[in-house]
């Protein structure tokens, strides 16, 4: 029985009002019951004007079962001709521009987007079931839930391996809404599946699934998820490793204008990964990023023009590159520049603003600027000497494990240079860099062991440390592991081992080691 309060108020023809003294009742339409008139004249006016080509029965508009749209789409829609067209556009529906509403009635996403976008009511134009969030809304809401919940691993009130019931369901709601989204074919929400899978924030990590939303996305021309393509196709993450493809990629994105994939196409270029080598295109891509203010793009247009690969050598142009990327705070930048002004490449040779530049690398933490101050201050080029100012730097250089730094950081607490003595702190320092290989840190260390210098004496491991050291050619290293052999200490006794390694460090110039060689010969 059809429902009168639902019925419109006015005729659908003449705009009479229903309850009218001349209206006293208006009749719905029999097909699909949807407009009213106040008379037949009046319907078969509507009827003929325009009714006709928009009434559908009512039969027509109950929701489909979700089965039938999985069986059509399976047998590429000929299993049931019923919903092969949209019924807004009366086009025929595609497998992947499609959008099933929460009544099942499937329409283009593009078809549904614009009546939103023009205001038309927010129903299912079919059986006026009001239509879900729109896309847009969707993602918003996923992005609404997931910043609370990173924010709250950011203040470290949870971590992603291990949420709190209360963030698993939020991540839960933000997932289904951008799954929503994306599958109405909503680009940002597709991409942002493929970052939370691909970084397992929230969910289990899982680069197969993160590999096919940036696909879809990327396939449809979204340019953040061709370069992650690429990153993928480059590195073989849920995917198998092509470097031509993520070359590919990389150069989708990058004729977009995406400036970092400019960048990488351009590596990938100069570099010949997947791509034939070319320093000239690698140029003009380093160069369209550089533009952009990229500064890995800025850092390597310099180098290529500072060190003439594949383009004439350019100092003025070099310094210019690196002073945009060292503008924006990049070490190497900051650190190749400083080493300009100190030769005077392309700018006027200046150490102070070497010094300037070598310092701000080095609180950024680049390695190389903070071991190259160490050295200036410790012997004075280009400043002052600073023993203190020496090791503050060699210390920043060795508690990022620089072996150089570590033994030179040793030295000091041996000597009492610009830190206060100790034995101890120079034992550990030493230790650091000989456990690396640096053959004078081991040979130092070596001398402590066997002479209880900051640690307890310990022939055995100063034979160990000295023969590592003598193996890679240090003269003093080889001198003692002769006088030990040649006494027994930490070692067996040997004439023949002595002899070996005296002859080793003589061989270099060591007096002492060849007056004990002819002593042993003369025994």
């Known amino acids: ?119 038309v009511k927010q129903v299912c134009p079919l059986c006026r079931t009001p239509l879900p969030a729109g896309p847009e809304d969707l993602n918003d809401e996923a992005v609404r839930r997931y910043m609370a919940v990173k924010r709250m691993v950011q203040r ?44 397992g924030n929230g969910v289990a990590q899982d680069d197969v699934e993160a590999a096919q939303w940036f696909k879809k996305a990327g396939g449809q021309g979204y340019k953040e998820a061709q370069f992650s393509m690429g990153h993928m196709y480059e590195h073989g993450c849920g995917v198998k490793q092509d470097n031509r493809e993520a070359a590919r990629w990389y150069r989708k994105a ?9 960048f990488h ?137 620089e072996d150089m730094a570590q033994w030179r950081l040793g030295k000091f607490f041996a000597s009492g240079r610009g830190v206060p003595k100790s034995d101890v702190e120079a034992a550990h320092w030493y230790k650091k860099a000989a456990t690396q290989g640096h053959k004078d840190a081991q040979y130092q260390l070596g001398m402590m062991n066997e002479f209880a210098c900051g640690v307890k004496q310990n022939s055995v491991e100063a034979a160990k440390l000295f023969k590592n050291a003598a193996t890679q050619g240090h003269v003093e290293a080889q001198y003692m592991m002769g006088s030990m052999h040649e006494s027994g200490r930490g070692v067996v006794r040997s004439n023949a081992e002595a002899s070996r390694w005296f002859k080793a460090a003589a061989e270099q110039g060591h007096v002492k080691a060849t007056e004990k060689l002819v002593r042993i010969s003369m025994d």
């Open 1 to 119: 029985m059809l429902n009168f309060n639902l019925l419109p108020r006015f005729c659908s023809n003449c705009s009479a009002c229903n309850g009218s003294p001349i209206v006293s009742k208006l009749s719905a339409c029999s097909r699909c019951g949807l407009v009213a008139y106040c008379s037949k004249e009046c319907q078969r006016a509507h009827w003929k004007a325009n009714h006709k080509q928009h009434c559908i029965a009512k039969a027509d508009r109950e929701p489909q079962s979700k089965l039938l749209w999985d069986t059509a789409k399976k047998d590429n829609f000929e299993a049931n001709s019923a919903i092969r067209e949209c019924s807004i556009c009366l086009e025929t529906l595609t497998d992947v521009a499609t959008t099933s509403l929460s009544c099942a009635h499937l329409f283009h996403s593009a078809c549904v987007a614009e009546l939103r976008k023009f205001g």
């Open 156 to 199: 470290g009130k949870a971590s992603w391996s291990a949420l709190p019931t209360s963030a698993e369901h939020e991540m839960d709601r933000a997932i289904s809404a951008w799954r929503a989204a994306a599958e109405e074919g909503y680009l940002p929400a597709q991409f942002m599946l493929g970052l939370i899978f691909q970084d």
């Open 254 to 262: 990058a004729e977009q204008g995406l400036d970092f994939a400019q």
């Open 265 to 401: 196409l351009g590596l990938m270029i100069e570099y010949s990964i997947g791509e034939d080598q070319n320093s000239q295109e690698a140029e003009r891509w380093y160069r369209k990023a550089a533009d952009q203010g990229n500064t890995e793009a800025q850092l390597n247009l310099a180098c290529l023009f500072a060190n003439g690969r594949g383009v004439a050598e350019d100092f003025v142009e070099a310094a210019k590159w690196y002073k945009k990327a060292a503008g924006q705070g990049l070490p190497l930048a900051l650190r190749n520049l400083g080493t300009m002004y100190e030769k005077g490449q392309g700018v006027a040779q200046s150490y102070a603003k070497a010094v300037r530049c070598f310092k701000k690398a080095a609180a950024r933490g680049d390695l190389s600027a903070q071991c190259i101050l160490g050295y200036r201050f410790e012997h004075g080029g280009g400043v002052p000497k600073n023993d203190e100012e020496s090791a503050q730097y060699y210390k920043m250089a060795a508690e990022q494990g």
